[in-house]
């Protein structure tokens, strides 16, 4: 285990609406990564959170959004929910202090969405 | 752009036996770091070894360890002595030094059999 908790564990929705996913990060960590899982794929990086400001985007489109708030825990909004957007959805902590430590990612188990 | 390859959709070994699991990465940077994730059926990653690309020699994790071929980009997962436990999905990622994603590649389906 690695201290990482993510909510919830599995969410149906329909096209068109919008979903929240949150992710409590492990205790003392101050950077959050959120990172898309396709079935049969590595993750893809969305982006990155480091004192609650996006410190780092990947290759998706403006309807994904996050935040982290003050206890660095943080969430993943998706609006306007498309079919493709069906995958399961990471959520990684780590601790930008030293180089070596924010290196050290440490996941949780995700959330699978499900878009109908 | 950065990209990973790991050209072994699954693998199989005996128990007891070692494995091989390849990946090639390409890239223009000379400060990256390449790391070997499980998922195990419970979707969590979990971090298996890493290795800085400005460090010469090899990563060694207990019974895992890496052939880290900087030149040829390349960067293998040996496990030996395979238990039942270390079946799993393994992905091969690579991360420059200053920036804050992990490219990952397609993975790799290990199967441990008696």
């Known amino acids: 285990e690695t201290g990482v908790t993510q909510s919830p564990t599995h969410l149906i929705k329909t096209r068109g609406q919008q979903v929240t996913l949150r992710c409590s990060s492990q205790s003392g960590h101050n950077t959050v990564s959120w990172y898309q899982q396709a079935l049969g794929q590595g993750p893809q990086f969305i982006f990155q959170y480091y004192r609650e400001e996006e410190n780092g985007r990947g290759n998706f489109p403006p309807r994904f959004s996050g935040l982290q708030f003050p206890n660095y825990s943080s969430e993943l909004n998706v609006n306007a929910l498309e079919l493709d957007d069906s995958a399961l959805y990471l959520c990684?902590?780590?601790?930008?202090?030293?180089?070596?430590?924010?290196?050290?990612?440490?996941f949780g188990s995700g959330t699978q969405l499900s878009v109908l | 752009a950065q990209t990973v390859t790991q050209s072994q959709p699954e693998m199989s070994v005996q128990e007891a036996e070692t494995v091989t699991l390849s990946c090639t990465y390409d890239t223009s940077e000379s400060d990256y770091y390449l790391f070997w994730y499980k998922q195990p059926p419970s979707r969590q990653m979990i971090l298996v070894i890493r290795q800085e690309a400005y460090k010469q020699q090899n990563a060694t994790e207990n019974r895992f360890s890496v052939n880290f071929q900087k030149a040829a980009k390349s960067f293998s997962l040996k496990i030996s002595d395979s238990q039942l436990g270390d079946a799993a999905m393994y992905f091969c990622?690579?991360?420059?030094?200053?920036?804050?994603?992990?490219?990952f590649g397609t993975g790799t389906r290990l199967q441990v059999t008696l």
């Open positions: 990684a902590s780590s601790l930008r202090f030293r180089r070596q430590d924010k290196e050290k990612l440490f």
């Open positions: 990622a690579y991360k420059p030094g200053t920036a804050s994603k992990l490219t």
